[in-house]
């Protein structure tokens, strides 16, 4: 069969393909040798994909062989790239500089709530040592948006991922600060706006003080692995105000692990909910507007520039 799909590969003056992509075929055809319109579709299928993408393969191979690292292409529309070492002091200053114009567009999400009063807390979902709540804190300041700020978290680091829905970067117990320590941090006894509850989301978001927290208008979800993303959305989709924004920390880009799954999973789950994609920064941080279907929506304002 392989010798098959060789001599059709030469007949047709293909590109050659792997032997797993044989394989594929073969195993295709035994099921339905005669049906040659069926086999030549798919060869058709692969001559076309060969020769869209062979420029991938070609750019691959010239890099190489020219530097002796194979890179894959870049979008032409992809201009925030760069190939510093991660780590290295030149890597720290262009993510401190995306960091910066991460931090202008949340100041303009934090604005446009107040300014169409979009009901609801603000609330972080994974708190570590307070690093977000004491930004969030500075930048409602600086935009007159006076709300509570609520910090949920074990404060005994990560709970356990799971092996098939995490990516085994995460580990258990990874990220953890001491309640204590946190609420030094965030300047508990000066600021009677922000909370901090403590437990693992399975117990705290569904005990006494969480019923309190009736709407939400700005969500970060920073729990980085899935089941707790899971319980978060949850609690949040009776939760989210019109026009809020639901932010992820750490999107995986991969429909098969962490938030991104728990996300996907949850969206078919609240028809009530829609999503419009606002954007995607440095450390996987990745920005959502949710809206609530039926009401009318307002002008995207001061962020419209992001497209
Ligand atoms: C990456 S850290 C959060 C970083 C933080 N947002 C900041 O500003 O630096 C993840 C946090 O999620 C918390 N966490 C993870 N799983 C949890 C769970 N199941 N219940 C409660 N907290 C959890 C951890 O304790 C940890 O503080």
């Not at 050659?16 to 579709?41: C, F, T």
């Amino acid at each position: 069969m392989n010798k098959l799909i060789i001599k059709i590969f030469e007949r047709f003056n293909l590109t050659p393909i792997s032997r797993e992509q044989i394989n594929k075929m073969a195993a295709h055809l035994a099921k339905k040798e005669e049906d040659l319109v069926e086999l030549q579709n798919l060869v058709t299928q692969i001559q076309t994909a060969n020769q869209k993408f062979s420029w991938i393969g070609e750019y691959l191979e010239w890099t190489e062989k020219l530097f002796g690292i194979g890179m894959f292409p870049v979008d032409k529309n992809t201009k925030l790239i760069a190939s510093f070492t991660p780590g290295s002091s030149y890597f720290k200053l262009a993510s401190k500089g995306i960091g910066v114009a991460e931090l202008a567009v949340i100041t303009d999400l934090l604005s446009d709530i107040q300014k169409n009063n979009v009901p609801g807390e603000v609330v972080e979902f994974g708190v570590f040592k307070g690093e977000w709540i004491n930004r969030l804190y500075n930048i409602m300041g600086s935009v007159g948006l006076h709300r509570e700020i609520w910090g949920f978290d074990s404060f005994k680091g990560l709970s356990k991922p799971s092996e098939k829905n995490d990516d085994p970067f995460w580990q258990e117990g990874m990220f953890c600060a001491g309640l204590d320590e946190v609420k030094r941090n965030v300047q508990i006894e000066n600021r009677p706006n922000i909370r901090l509850v403590p437990d693992w989301f399975a117990e705290s978001l569904k005990g006494m003080e969480a019923r309190l927290l009736e709407k939400v208008s700005f969500a970060r979800i920073d729990c980085d692995i899935y089941e707790p993303t899971v319980e978060c959305l949850q609690f949040l989709e009776s939760r989210l105000s019109h026009g809020s924004v639901l932010v992820f920390d750490d999107w995986s880009h991969d429909l098969r692990i962490g938030e991104t799954k728990a996300f996907a999973e949850w969206v078919p789950t609240v028809p009530h909910l829609e999503f419009e994609f606002l954007f995607f920064s440095h450390w996987d941080h990745f920005q959502i507007r949710v809206w609530h279907v039926g009401k009318p929506r307002w002008p995207l304002g001061t962020i419209s520039d992001r497209s």
